[in-house]
């Protein structure tokens, strides 16, 4: 590559984030960050980086949606066959990341994740457009395919096996949820003094500190 990436790069200027502001609730926090991206950032403001470590001790990212935040925790939604649930049947430690660049604003979140109810994975999964539901049934998440022409065939089988029907949600698909036992909040400030503030449940209850940028 011949482009020079060193000169890449841009000042924060965003107002600044003091203990006052962060409250003692990094859920309610969250909240209100959350709100604040959905009114400002218009592309995929629920994206986040998933990441999990598997028992070959690598660790694997990848984007998915926020689906649920509820006094639990963070969820989404996935196959169970996937290469992600796997890893987490190994190793139920996982961190989840949003970064919001118009706002300069980054939040790290770090717990244990488990199922949802086959209740809550039905509920969702009958609110979803109905091509979405027909590709959950149709792939095979993570496993080799031959062709993209292979997929194509597979979805127009199952779209002509529930033409006149409801799709039900596939028994290897459902929910996760994230039970956080820490999380930063990062706002971005001019010259890289950036402001961190940081939760760390202790006894259920939030510690909070700030770190050094």
Sequence with gaps: MNRD????????????????????????LFDTWLDKAIESCPDDPTAMVLSTVGLDGWPHSRVVLLKQRNDTGFSFFTNYDSEKAQQL???NKASMTFFWPALSRQVRIEGTIEKVSRETSETYFASRPRGSQLAARTSRQSSVIAS???LQK???????????????????????????????????RPSRLHDRICYTQEDNNWIRTRKAP
């Design 5 to 28: 990436l060193h000169s890449i790069r841009r000042d924060y200027q965003f107002d600044d984030l003091l203990e006052e502001q962060a409250g003692n609730n990094p859920l309610a």
């Design 89 to 91: 049947a190994q190793n």
């Design 148 to 150: 993209r022409d292979e």
């Design 154 to 188: 597979a979805f127009d089988t199952e779209e002509k096996t529930f033409s006149d029907k409801d799709v039900p949600c596939p028994e290897n698909w459902g929910g996760y949820v994230l039970n956080p036992s820490f999380i930063e909040f990062w706002q971005g």
